[in-house]
């Protein structure tokens, strides 16, 4: 059975139907919702599964929440719990001094391990105590080495030493390396190269040996080697076949010399 339209409530038949919404409409009963222009389903937008068009489709506003006693909570959980209020303090109390106030637990604590210390046990502290009280005064200590005062140790001053410049070294004996043998010199052969081959032109710069003919271009053609010439349409050219397919000679026109494709002329 055919569903009715989500519009106009008529029947839609396959060959108009129209799936759009999760709903089924007529191709024209697809129009906006507040002003009827016909949409398609590139410029529809739904909303609450009906068709507006741009200009009219609904907009969404903001709504304000009263905060609750339940929200308090929660965010003053979230900012325990954040890690950048966490960093925030670490970074400002870094490098600060922190006062400890000694109570009874860090007194009883700091008397253990005083009790516990091998330093306490033999006596250290006090036998260096009185040996700092039988230290002599400055004026007893010896010249040399480190002197104590006010300032800490210093070390005596050091005598500057002059550096004297070392005699040259002289060799022992004068040693002269001897002469590296000259290698003996290449052979001349007269060599005589061998003459090119130059393509003998005629009077007019045309081509060599061979029946000149004369033929005349039925179409232009530019040069694709160096060896070719370039010619336009109804020029004359002066050559001889080499083979099937080109001939080589002279373009009267231009007086180039080279190859040229055969297919392009015709014997005059």
């Given amino acids: 059975m055919n569903p009715p339209c989500a519009f106009c409530k008529k029947t839609v038949y ?27 389903m590139s410029t529809y937008k739904g909303f609450n599964k009906m068709p ?21 909570r929660l965010k003053k959980i979230s900012n325990q719990q954040s890690q950048v209020l966490y960093h925030k303090d670490f970074n400002q109390a870094k490098g600060a001094k922190i ?37 002599p005064a400055q004026e007893d200590e010896p010249e040399q080495g480190y002197r104590r ?6 070390p005596p001053p050091q005598a500057t030493r002059q ?4 005699p040259p070294v002289q060799p022992a004996y004068n040693y002269e390396p001897e002469p590296e043998p000259e290698p003996p010199a290449a052979p001349q052969v007269d060599y005589e190269p061998e ?17 000149l003919k004369r033929f005349k271009a039925l179409y232009d053609y530019t040069a694709d080697d160096a060896d070719e010439v370039t010619f336009v349409e109804d020029d ?4 001889t076949i080499i083979d099937e397919g080109w001939i080589e000679g002279t373009v009267c026109s231009t007086g180039q010399y080279g190859m040229a494709p055969r297919n392009y002329f015709e014997e005059c």
């Fill in 14 to 40: 396959p060959t108009e139907k129209f799936n759009c919404l999760d709903k089924i409409w007529h191709k024209g009963c697809f129009k906006c919702t507040e002003c009827s222009l016909k949409l398609t």
């Fill in 52 to 72: 507006y068009c741009n200009a009219h489709y609904p907009k969404l506003k903001a709504t304000q929440v009263a905060q609750t006693a339940e929200q308090t």
């Fill in 99 to 135: 006062s400890v106030v000694d109570d009874p637990a860090l007194k009883t604590q700091r008397a253990a391990s005083q009790n516990q210390s091998l330093a306490a046990y033999h006596g250290l502290a006090q036998k260096k105590a009185d040996q700092e009280m039988r230290r």
């Fill in 149 to 154: 005062q006010s300032g800490g140790y210093q």
């Fill in 163 to 166: 550096q004297q410049p070392l």
């Fill in 195 to 211: 003459p090119q081959y130059q393509p003998e032109q005629s009077g007019g710069g045309g081509g060599g040996g061979g029946d």
């Fill in 236 to 239: 004359i050219f002066e050559g």
